[in-house]
């Protein structure tokens, strides 16, 4: 009974180095995204929002969608998508002690990371239900949400 306990308590997984990890769950990852949203906010400010009032472009449009709106969302996927392919983690993960990792082997690609932060942030953006999938991460095993599994990837707590 003690057993079982602790292996509900807390999940592993042993990679092919041999070392075990616990999966990261739904509020730790939650901090770590505010975290990123304050950062990408902060990057805006800096470098988007001066560009699109000395070109006068505030109020308009490409197409459907703004130009300050497309801008946005370009400087977010670039953060996720770089800091998660480089470092395997953003910096609210690094602050939380999180970390990307692939299911199988030891680095994560381009065509991983991508499908990843382009599936797992921006599609459900337009889409609120949409965004009720992310509680899978707390009643799945691992920990994953849909774009972690479609993507065989985890989110662990990293070792210190």
């Known amino acids: ?7 509900l308590k807390e999940e592993k997984i042993e990679l092919l180095d041999g070392r ?3 999966f990261a769950g739904l509020w730790m990852r939650l901090w770590a995204f505010l ?4 950062v990408i906010f902060s990057l805006n400010s ?6 699109l009032r000395s070109f006068d472009w505030t109020g308009e449009t490409l197409w459907l969608f703004s130009i300050a709106g497309v801008l946005t969302a370009f ?5 996720f998508t770089l ?3 480089w470092f395997s983690q953003t910096l609210g993960k690094q602050l939380f002690g999180l970390k990307v990792i692939p299911m199988k082997g030891d680095r994560l690609s381009w065509k991983t990371v991508i499908f990843r932060e382009v599936i797992g942030r ?8 949409l965004k009720l999938i992310y509680l899978m991460v707390p009643f799945s095993r691992r920990k994953q949400g849909l774009h972690d ?3 065989d990837t985890y989110v662990i707590h990293e070792e210190r």
Not at 46 to 51: D, F, R, T, V
Not at 122 to 129: I, N, S
Request: proline share 8%.
């Open 1 to 7: 009974m003690e057993n079982n306990y602790n292996e």
């Open 35 to 38: 975290i990123d949203g304050i």
């Open 46 to 51: 800096i470098l988007i929002h001066p560009l």
């Open 83 to 85: 800091m998660t392919k």
């Open 75 to 79: 400087v977010g996927f670039i953060y």
């Open 20 to 22: 075990e990890y616990r």
């Open 149 to 151: 599994r479609i993507a």
């Open 122 to 129: 921006y599609l459900y953006y337009p889409f609120f239900p």
